[in-house]
């Protein structure tokens, strides 16, 4: 397995969702927050991942077991060539 290999995972997510999400993190005090200013320069200069070939995920299989485990697998095959 090679230790020197990368792979990006991008969730690709909508402004509207990205804000529902952060709203239902903050209110339930589990992960960190991110301050509201920031969300808006994200999105506007966020540059989609061209070069690095990425292993693309909709923001609404996050939760999703199987979509997990063949994220996991892209990666784990990755390192393996």
């Given at each position: 397995m090679r230790k020197d290999a990368f792979a990006l995972v991008w969730v690709q997510i909508d402004a509207p969702r990205q804000r529902s999400r952060l709203l239902a993190n903050r209110g339930s005090a589990t992960r960190s927050d991110v301050v509201d200013g920031v969300i808006p320069g994200q999105i506007e200069h966020f540059d989609e991942p061209?070069?690095?070939?990425?292993?693309?995920?909709?923001?609404d299989d996050t939760a999703s077991s199987n979509r997990v485990q063949e994220v996991v697998d892209a990666i784990?095959?990755?390192?393996?060539?």
């Open positions: 061209v070069d690095e070939e990425p292993i693309i995920n909709d923001a784990r095959c990755r390192r393996s060539h």
